[in-house]
């Protein structure tokens, strides 16, 4: 699995006696330690004693512990002090606003405010569609969560699911110019959840609403779709779909099998599944096996709730029953945004020839992605520190920054199936290889290929 991450990387200030061996030891102390060393500075020097900041990356809090401890242990060295590099990069949050107009004179405040401002006013309630392009609708979205499905970690609340609303308004950002607010809502009640961003909605051109658990975000996002006139994303359904429907038409095209022939296995029935799952049968699969908790879902499996009976009436159509190991013997696919550890190397090994093992539960996948590389031929997870991580950062920027230009007032299928169709295109064909199905975030086409495509895909559906 995965070793010492900058996610969790420490920074220790040390008071250290001057000796020729001082450095060596340090680093080999961390290094024993399981640590990375990833920057070393000498701070401040004198005869005896110096003063040395050393920068490490860690598993986590405990082993980060033990690090420090070691550290203190060594003859002749004293912590002063650690910080968490991350928890540094939050303090005060991650976001401010800033005015893109000057203040500099009396003529400047009369038009940015009284009394100027005024005939703004009167000729927005006189053609309210200027209102997007004469205030900060016009390139700005509201992040909505309740707290309930943040991350892995589950119901943390509006609180704890702030820095993650934040992190997200920042990737808006820096990837796509939009200018995105975290609104974290104290209520889990599914009539407040859509009665409030209804009354903020005329602020925003978009909604990008975010970990609300299943299945309330879809009942949500149907009733925000219908009384909003702005569209509706959610990411971890659309987002997940896209990437993962880009991914796999990548790596289909590596081990030259077509969607409509494969057998596509699918943990997860919740609202990535379910999001995945119909984005899927719009791009041509037809052979989906769905699975959760309680296996294989299929119309015979009692107990199922509204959302699985639909799933059974989409899909399985050889009849598969039983657990997620039996119905992927043979499978040509296996895609997992579930839970931690569903399936086993020797479960990947009874798959198809040139099987393909997507595993995007995060932090732990669905299967250890090493075990699945001895027997799948395309392996992907959902993080950065392995080969082909399925990211959707990858999507959402590009998506928003289409339905933005657009204008447009809803989202379709057919736009999130050309988003899916443009990022995939990313990857030249000279660069197509096992380990390279999706582009890098940091790739500058991403964003601008997804946006043309979706406005597109929205100026041709109205």
């Known amino acids: 699995m995965a070793g010492p991450s900058v996610s969790s990387s420490i920074t220790v200030r040390l008071h250290v006696a001057a000796r020729p061996t001082a450095v060596s030891e340090l680093t080999t102390a961390i290094e024993q330690e399981g640590g990375i060393v990833t920057a070393l500075d000498v701070t401040a020097s004198g005869h005896e004693q110096m003063q040395v900041d050393v920068t490490c990356a860690t598993l986590g809090e405990e082993h980060a512990a033990r690090i420090v401890d070691a550290l203190d242990g060594l003859d002749g060295v004293r912590v002063d002090r650690v910080s968490d590099r991350t928890f540094l990069m939050h303090l005060g949050g991650k976001l401010e606003i800033t005015s893109k107009v000057p203040l500099r004179n009396r003529d400047d405040l ?6 100027g401002v005024a005939r703004v006013s009167e000729a927005i309630a006189a053609r309210p569609e ?15 969560t309740d707290g309930t499905a943040v991350l892995g970690l589950g119901d943390v609340g509006p609180l704890a699911a702030l820095p993650v609303m934040e992190g997200k308004a920042v990737l808006f950002k820096r990837f796509a110019d939009i200018d995105a607010f975290p ?40 009733r925000l779709r219908e009384r909003l006139d702005i569209p509706v994303f959610h990411d971890d359904q659309h987002g997940t779909a896209i990437v993962v429907v880009a991914a796999l038409t990548n790596a289909l095209q590596v081990v030259g099998k077509r969607i409509e022939d494969v057998r596509i296995v699918l943990s997860g029935a919740g609202a990535a599944g379910t999001a995945v799952l119909r984005l899927l049968l719009a791009a041509g699969a037809h052979d989906v096996v769905v699975a959760d908790i309680d296996g294989v879902v299929h119309p015979d499996r009692p107990g199922l709730t509204e959302a699985l009976r639909w799933t059974a009436s989409v899909t399985n159509p050889r009849g598969v029953t039983g657990s997620i190991p039996q119905a992927l013997v043979g499978a040509d696919v296996f895609i997992g945004v579930s839970a931690p550890d569903v399936i086993t190397g020797r479960d990947v090994s009874r798959m198809a020839d040139d099987a393909i093992v997507f595993a995007l539960a995060n932090p732990r996948p669905e299967v250890d992605p090493d075990d699945a590389a001895q027997y799948a031929a395309v392996v992907g997870t959902g993080r950065s520190d392995f080969a082909n991580q399925i ?6 920027p590009g998506v928003f920054r289409g339905l933005l230009d657009a204008q447009s007032h809803r989202i379709t299928d057919a736009m999130l199936l050309a ?26 086409e991403v964003t601008t290929r997804v946006a043309a495509a979706v406005a597109h895909a929205a100026r041709e559906h109205g």
């Open 110 to 115: 009369s038009m940015a405010y009284t009394p």
């Open 130 to 144: 200027d209102a997007r392009r004469l205030t900060i609708k016009r390139n700005t979205i509201a992040v909505v």
């Open 183 to 222: 609104i974290a809502l104290d209520t889990t009640d599914v009539d407040q959840i859509v009665e409030t961003v209804c009354a903020i909605a005329p602020v925003f051109a978009g909604i990008n609403l975010e970990d609300i658990s299943a299945p309330r975000c879809f009942e949500v996002e149907r």
């Open 391 to 396: 990211n959707n950062v990858l999507a959402f």
């Open 419 to 444: 988003a899916a169709g443009a990022l995939a295109a990313v990857v030249r064909p000279d660069e197509l290889n096992p380990t390279y199905i999706v582009p890098s975030v940091f790739n500058p």
